[in-house]
């Protein structure tokens, strides 16, 4: 009897699961990610490809550098895949702190720390009305086109916190380099039985971005004075030297 009452209640527990699964919604969202040299001509421009996949309030987005390095060995990137992990239930989001100390960090952020100004213009992406959406942040200036028409507020990267989902967006900062991601494919279902995005940093040690921000200060400051010492002033490059992630960007003079 016993046993009986247990397979039964088996029997509930996966039913319930496979009903909460088959009601789950995912979006899976295919992005090209740009990295452009608006003003140095002798540095190159890079692609490479970027996923983020939603479910139950997880997301994780994905920049393949990876197959890109492998493709281009002259890649101007990381060698190794970076994701950025969101928990939005628990407003906690997460990625790896790229030159602190070593690769074992990783930064906490809050989800909702973007301060977006919705402007008026409108233009139909993949036949999505979108909107036009600027910000600061992390040092660039931030364009991005949203849609509501996909009510997930997410997108590429650490950039979220719109009532949609963004197809586009693209940055510039003080150093002229542009960061660049254009939505490329989008699969949204109602009804997923996929899990959900695993958390990708289980054994990092985690630092809050204003540690972060002023280690690599002091590190790009010391590194970028030595530079500007050192190279020659070239046709196309000034005095001013920069160092430039989409955390920061750190200049020598100032």
Same mark, same amino acid.
């Given at each position: 009897?016993?046993?009986?009452?247990?397979?039964?209640?088996?029997?509930?527990?996966?039913?319930?699961?496979?009903?909460?699964?088959?009601?789950?919604?995912?979006?899976?969202?295919?992005? *090209?990610? &740009?990295?452009?040299?608006?003003?140095?001509?002798?540095?190159? #421009?890079? +692609? %490479?490809?970027?996923?983020? =996949?939603?479910?139950?309030?997880?997301?994780?987005?994905? *920049?393949? &550098?990876?197959?890109?390095?492998?493709?281009?060995?002259?890649? #101007?990137? +990381? %060698?190794?895949?970076?994701? =950025?992990?969101?928990?939005?239930?628990?407003?906690?989001?997460?990625?790896?702190?790229?030159?602190?100390?070593?690769?074992?960090?990783?930064?906490?952020? %809050?989800?909702?720390?973007?301060?977006?100004?919705?402007?008026?213009?409108?233009?139909?992406?993949?036949?999505?009305?979108?909107?036009?959406?600027?910000?600061?942040?992390?040092?660039?200036?931030?364009?991005?086109?949203?849609?509501?028409?996909?009510?997930?507020?997410?997108?590429?990267?650490?950039?979220?916190?719109?009532?949609?989902?963004?197809?586009?967006?693209?940055?510039?900062?003080?150093?002229?380099?542009?960061?660049?991601?254009?939505?490329?494919?989008?699969?949204?279902?109602?009804?997923?039985?996929?899990?959900?995005?695993?958390?990708?940093?289980?054994?990092?040690?985690?630092?809050?971005?204003?540690?972060?921000?002023?280690?690599?200060?002091?590190?790009?400051?010391?590194?970028?004075?030595?530079?500007?010492?050192?190279?020659?002033?070239?046709?196309?490059?000034?005095?001013?030297?920069?160092?430039?992630?989409?955390?920061?960007?750190?200049?020598?003079?100032?």
């Amino acid at each position: 009897m016993k046993i009986l009452k247990l397979l039964l209640c088996w029997i509930i527990f996966t039913s319930v699961q496979i009903i909460h699964a088959q009601e789950a919604t995912r979006l899976e969202v295919e992005y *090209s990610e &740009y990295k452009i040299q608006t003003k140095n001509p002798y540095a190159p #421009d890079t +692609y %490479s490809r970027a996923k983020l =996949v939603w479910q139950d309030n997880i997301s994780r987005f994905t *920049s393949f &550098y990876e197959e890109a390095k492998e493709a281009d060995p002259d890649f #101007d990137g +990381y %060698s190794f895949n970076v994701n =950025v992990y969101k928990d939005f239930e628990k407003n906690e989001m997460y990625a790896r702190a790229m030159g602190y100390k070593d690769f074992n960090h990783v930064i906490l952020d %809050s989800i909702n720390i973007i301060n977006w100004t919705i402007q008026d213009s409108v233009k139909y992406i993949k036949n999505m009305k979108s909107h036009l959406a600027t910000t600061t942040f992390r040092d660039h200036e931030w364009e991005v086109w949203f849609t509501m028409e996909i009510p997930i507020s997410d997108g590429p990267w650490k950039l979220t916190g719109l009532p949609g989902l963004i197809l586009e967006a693209q940055s510039i900062n003080k150093a002229d380099l542009s960061y660049k991601f254009v939505a490329e494919n989008i699969n949204y279902t109602q009804n997923s039985t996929l899990n959900i995005p695993k958390h990708p940093f289980p054994d990092f040690d985690l630092i809050n971005f204003d540690e972060y921000y002023q280690h690599t200060l002091k590190e790009d400051t010391r590194m970028l004075r030595y530079v500007a010492t050192q190279q020659p002033v070239r046709e196309g490059i000034t005095s001013r030297t920069c160092y430039s992630t989409m955390e920061t960007c750190n200049c020598y003079p100032e």
